[in-house]
């Protein structure tokens, strides 16, 4: 079975990209957001953190803010996109400060 | 004002915390470690004196041991930095310590040295069927386990006010990565201790009379003692990680059970249990989910 934070991790992705795709003539810098958001991701898949339960609630939070953005680029109703692309980068920077756990000691 | 004790790597992760306790014991305290460590939570404090230096350089270790009553000895090039350069590894954990006991010895002849060292010395025992005494022989497996064998062999040599601690893995109750691979084997035997404990232990140390001219083990006690696969299995049910993620050595690790009886009973630092670790990180994982 795939651990929830994984298919979370896939999910946001999918999101991401599809948000691309409907951002034709928008700011070049969502764009760039988006992207590297992407490419962090794909890293952050081959941590641990994401196989484990601790990963869950923030990956929830970066998804749906993810397919938020998303059904804002489908509609083309970008009023409301900054405020919704500014919640989710902190999210995203949030899953990634978790992440970052610490090693072992051994003496 | 009582002269301070120095603990050399004491703005590491367990040196901060012996530092803490001294303080609350009511000890001064001098720290000593590179420059490039973080002196914020120490710096500016009361009864605590930063010298930033280098167990490599003689002037900065002299100046180290001025008017000192005694040493906690932590500095050393850990794995995997100690793994990377012998010379190295053997000029800060043998030459260091070394240089350290001659100065002091030059100031204090009488004042408590504390040195830890690694029950990793043992190397292989997996072939022991009784816990592991401090008499078993030391046989290095890395770079750093015979860094302190020489280090030990040589401190006993040079000075006699000494005691060495050898400190089985060290368990702190926060999240971590795990390695890749852990390393020991997933039916070896396995003993780590509580870094709390482990602080205790070396505070004691320094102050209790008995401990003078002592090897101990320190590890966690019988609450502690469990096979590899089990140690992992318990931290990768916390976290909801099914065991077969996990990846465990094929050859033998230095990990053992070891017999704590006279540590324990001269310093008295087995305080908290494999269980009470357990809830420790529990706790931490609830913190985490909450946030």
């Not at chain 1, 948000?19 to 760039?32: H, I, M, V």
């Not at chain 1, 509609?75 to 920077?93: H, M």
């Amino acid at each position: 079975m795939i651990p929830k934070g994984i298919e979370n991790a896939d999910a946001i992705i999918e999101a991401c990209r599809l948000t691309l795709a409907g951002l034709d003539s928008a700011e070049p810098e969502w764009k760039e957001v988006l992207q590297s958001v992407i490419s962090a991701i794909e890293e952050l898949k081959t941590k641990f953190f994401l196989k484990t339960n601790l990963a869950i609630p923030i990956t929830n939070a970066c998804r749906k803010d993810a397919v938020d953005l998303q059904s804002l680029a489908e509609k083309q109703d970008l009023s409301g996109f900054p405020e919704a692309l500014a919640r989710f980068r902190g999210n995203i920077e949030k899953l990634f400060k978790q992440a970052n756990m610490e090693g072992i000691t051994i003496t | 004002m009582m002269a301070p004790v120095l603990v050399t790597g004491g703005a590491g992760s367990v040196g901060k915390c012996v530092v803490q306790q001294l303080r609350s014991e009511g000890h001064t305290v001098r720290v000593f470690d590179l420059p490039n460590m973080d002196y914020s939570d120490l710096e500016g404090e009361k009864g605590i004196d930063v010298l930033r230096g280098d167990l490599t350089r003689p002037d900065s270790v002299e100046a180290a041991v001025q008017d000192i009553r005694a040493v906690i000895h932590l500095a050393a090039l850990l794995p995997p930095a100690s793994e990377r350069s012998r010379e190295l590894t053997f000029a800060v954990n043998v030459e260091g310590t070394i240089r350290l006991a001659e100065a002091l010895k030059k100031v204090n002849t009488d004042a408590p040295f504390v040195f830890s060292s690694s029950v990793s010395t043992y190397g292989d025992t997996t072939g022991i069927k009784q816990p592991v005494t401090i008499d078993q022989p030391q046989q290095a497996l890395d770079i750093y386990a015979e860094s302190k064998i020489a280090a030990e062999r040589l401190l006993f040599e040079s000075y006699s006010n000494v005691s060495i601690l050898r400190i089985s893995g060290i368990s702190v109750p926060s999240i971590q990565s795990p390695p890749e691979v852990w390393p020991f084997m997933a039916d070896q035997r396995i003993e780590f201790v509580h870094r709390d404990d482990v602080v205790t232990a070396l505070c004691a140390a320094v102050q209790v009379e008995k401990a003078k001219g002592h090897v101990f083990n320190i590890a966690g006690g019988n609450t502690w003692r469990t096979t590899g696969k089990a140690y992992v299995k318990d931290y990768f049910d916390l976290l909801g990680v099914p065991i077969d993620e996990a990846h465990f050595q094929e050859h033998p690790g230095w990990c053992d059970w070891y017999d704590t009886e006279e540590s324990q009973r001269i310093l008295s630092y087995q305080k908290t249990t494999y269980q009470a670790y357990l809830d420790q990180v529990q706790a931490e994982i609830d913190k985490m989910m909450q946030e």
